[in-house]
């Protein structure tokens, strides 16, 4: 007897219950149909995207610094860590700066400001201030100095992911250089803390389309979708330029490690789709994080490039400022020449830098490039605050994209990247959602160890379940006890090999 085929409607409930995806892509539809028709009602959902993200930020801090921690003292090798961290600055610097080169091509082919012939008199000078709060960008100096904790609370309280980073890269050397015998619980307890965080992401995971619904309604409500007419072209280049570069970043990634961007988009659907209706990269980078490591990238690894990108990749916001300089250059009639547009490159690429956490910041990297050539008013700055949060979906997927390449390219070079596993997942022979419980409740821990314990036989079980035995078979050099290993023997260093 032929097993029973569920009815359409049944697979459609079943699907938008189990997929997270799914959820969301209505919800963004439906914002978009809220904020249209009722655009007096939408702005007030403001409050369910905002307490999505203060939710989420509440958990990244702690996450990064578990991850990072556990990851320094299971790899057992802080010189292969300042290693990552060192050729994690150096693929941020090329893909930034080609970032800006790709906008500023883009600008000159296309011209997108040409023609308006703009007044810089008739423009508020005063609403980017008002965007901005009277804000500026740190200076080089400020932002080194402001990476360094001025006390271990404070680092989380503040939400600093740079000064959680060096307190974390701290405490993993500090538990390198004791050993396990010292500190026999510490590593099992941060570990554990690990866990548990995975799960509290997975409960707010669920609360994922609601905050999509809330965004989507706000920004149609807010600005309509009569200011797609109005920049038309300069929204068309600044997203067919993501899409150059972002094609860019699968020939790199694909030249770099064999793997395929486009079935890594898949595999992180439900988060690009997050990310494009919160307009926010932190909503997702608990869930990124988790299946980075679960495609087979090492914890250390993970844990210090994809936030460290968060403050110095930034290449969807490099697009965007450098095409946006040319934008309001063309539209005031400025024509720039070519050595004033190696210097828009030259102080974009530090303003760039320092852009992260602080509010408006796109339009001060803006202000400060203006007033570096002498010849935009800075004025004129305000005739990207209209289409500014449209650009904001660009930004995020391609700031996103382009730290998760750099997360598998860095990963590459160091051979913390177990290329097997990856190309399982990416092909979807590896653990789903489905296993990892509705919604991702559960960590990618928890799948592994439930996959092992059913089939003992699988490599994964010999190796030692992700993030509880180490992740890559880094627990069977450790020690089925989670401790630290005070001097690595050859024995241990080829097996962490």
Request: proline share 5%.
């Amino acid at each position: 007897m032929q097993p029973s085929v569920p009815s359409l409607p049944r697979r459609v409930a079943r699907i938008l219950r189990t997929s997270l995806f799914a959820q969301v892509a209505i919800a963004l539809v439906l914002g978009v149909v809220v904020g249209k028709l009722w655009p007096g009602v939408a702005t007030d959902l403001q409050p369910l995207g905002d307490g999505f993200t203060r939710l989420i930020k509440t958990i990244i801090s702690p996450l990064v610094f578990c991850v990072v921690v556990v990851g320094i003292a299971k790899a057992g090798d802080l010189k292969a860590f300042g290693r990552i961290g060192l050729k994690a600055l150096v693929w941020f610097e090329v893909a930034s700066t080609f970032a800006l080169v790709i906008g500023l091509l883009a600008a000159n082919i296309v011209q997108p400001g040409s023609g308006m012939n703009v007044d810089p008199a008739t423009l508020d000078a005063s609403a980017v201030d008002a965007k901005t709060g009277g804000g500026s960008l740190p200076s080089t100096t400020e932002f080194v100095v402001n990476a360094l904790p001025t006390s271990f609370v404070g680092a989380f309280a503040e939400n600093s992911l740079l000064q959680v980073l060096v307190l974390a890269c701290l405490v993993g050397a500090a538990l390198l250089h004791l050993g396990h015998t010292k500190v026999p619980k510490v590593l099992p307890a941060v570990e554990q803390a690990q866990e548990i965080i995975f799960a509290v992401v997975g409960f707010v995971m669920r609360l994922a389309p609601i905050a999509v619904f809330g965004a989507m309604a706000v920004l149609i409500g807010n600005y309509g979708l009569g200011v797609i007419e109005t920049y038309g072209k300069l929204i068309a280049l600044c997203y067919a330029a993501a899409a150059l570069f972002v094609t860019l970043l699968a020939v790199a990634l694909r030249m770099v490690t064999g793997l395929s961007l486009w079935k890594f988009l898949r595999y992180i659907r439900e988060e690009m789709l997050l990310a494009l209706g919160t307009a926010s990269t932190e909503s997702v980078m608990p869930r990124v994080m988790q299946k980075l490591r679960r495609a087979g990238a090492r914890d250390d690894a993970v844990g210090l490039v994809l936030p460290t990108g968060y403050s110095f990749n930034l290449d969807g916001a490099s697009l965007y400022l450098s095409i946006g300089t040319l934008f309001i250059a063309q539209a005031v009639g400025v024509d720039l020449s070519l050595s004033q547009q190696i210097t828009v490159i030259l102080v974009l690429m530090l303003t760039s830098k320092g852009m992260a956490g602080i509010p408006g910041s796109a339009f001060l990297a803006l202000s400060a490039t203006a007033s570096s050539l002498g010849a935009i008013p800075a004025g004129a700055v305000a005739l990207l605050l209209g289409v500014d949060r449209i650009m904001d979906s660009m930004r995020v997927v391609t700031n996103l994209l382009g730290n998760c390449v750099a997360v598998f390219a860095v990963s590459r070079w160091e051979g913390a990247l177990d290329l097997e596993q990856a190309r399982r997942v990416l092909d979807g022979e590896g653990p789903t959602e489905a296993e990892d419980g509705p919604q991702g409740a559960r960590g990618s821990a928890t799948a592994e160890q439930s996959e092992s314990s059913e089939d003992p036989q699988r490599p994964e079980a010999a190796e030692g379940p992700e993030g509880a035995e180490g992740s890559h078979g880094a627990g069977a050099a450790i020690g089925t006890s989670g401790g630290i290993p005070a001097r690595p023997t050859k024995e241990t260093a080829s097996e962490v090999a």
